[in-house]
């Protein structure tokens, strides 16, 4: 496993339809993050799992928003009923750390939403 | 909260020469991490370089400097002898050393464009 993978790479939808897109870590990493990207912005933080933990969330994480990571393997992102200010890239990274902060995230390709 | 400010959207530089991005963050604690990354288009993100704020020591790998400036509250990334390849979107981000999953902080970003 040579780096965190993410499906589908482009999704195009409807508004008011449900996605889900997919993360697999890097497999000895036991921490993986979620973060959006919107066109022109940094990355912004929308939730973080410790093994099958879901430790924090953000407060841009609607009711819409849920995220899984079952045995703290692979994790995954649903939308509920999306709207077009959803339309994003989706980010996911992983890490293998205990605590230290200094220990890099390694991101995968993220996932495009275009909510139509 | 912390914040990070890149105040410059866009960026250029020839082949070969140097150029310096900037960044400003504000925080309130003394021990925490800073970052760079590189996300040229359409490809995932990449550290560039990483700062560790209780070290003096400004860090260097290959090309690529930063110019940390504690008090100031700045972080600047040189990269000398410009390549066609570096021209991609750089991020500044900051991580607090507190707690063992804090989430990254990004900057906007700033887009580097390298001409020939």
């Given at each position: 496993d040579t780096g965190v993978s993410q499906d589908p790479r482009h999704k195009i939808t409807k508004r008011g339809q449900n996605v889900t897109f997919r993360?697999?870590?890097i497999s000895e990493?036991?921490?993986?993050?979620?973060?959006?990207?919107?066109l022109g912005q940094g990355p912004e933080f929308l939730t973080y799992f410790q093994n099958e933990a879901q430790l924090e969330k953000s407060r841009l994480l609607s009711d819409r928003f849920s995220a899984e990571r079952p045995?703290?393997?692979?994790?995954?992102?649903?939308?509920?009923?999306?709207e077009q200010g959803d339309s994003a890239m989706y980010l996911c990274a992983s890490v293998r750390g205990q605590s230290s902060g200094a220990n890099v995230l390694t991101f995968g390709a993220g996932s495009r939403l275009t909510v139509l | 909260a912390q914040t990070?400010?890149?105040?410059?959207?866009?960026?250029?530089?020839?082949?070969a020469e140097t150029v310096t991005l900037s960044c400003t963050y504000d925080t309130s604690e003394s021990d925490y991490y800073l970052f760079w990354y590189k996300q040229p288009?359409?490809?995932?993100?990449?550290?560039?370089?990483?700062?560790?704020?209780?070290?003096?020591?400004?860090?260097?790998e290959n090309r690529f400097s930063v110019n940390f400036q504690k008090a100031a509250k700045s972080f600047s990334l040189k990269i000398s002898d410009s390549q066609l390849g570096d021209a991609a979107m750089y991020f500044c981000a900051y991580r607090s050393a507190m707690g063992a999953g804090?989430?990254?902080i990004?900057?906007?970003?700033?887009?580097?464009?390298?001409?020939?």
């Open positions: 993360c697999d870590p990493h036991n921490r993986l993050y979620w973060y959006r990207q919107t045995k703290g393997s692979f994790s995954t992102l649903e939308i509920q009923r999306t | 990070v400010t890149q105040s410059q959207p866009e960026m250029s530089v020839q082949e288009p359409s490809r995932q993100m990449i550290l560039v370089i990483r700062q560790e704020a209780y070290k003096q020591q400004n860090a260097t804090t989430a990254l990004f900057g906007k970003g700033t887009t580097l464009s390298v001409s020939s």
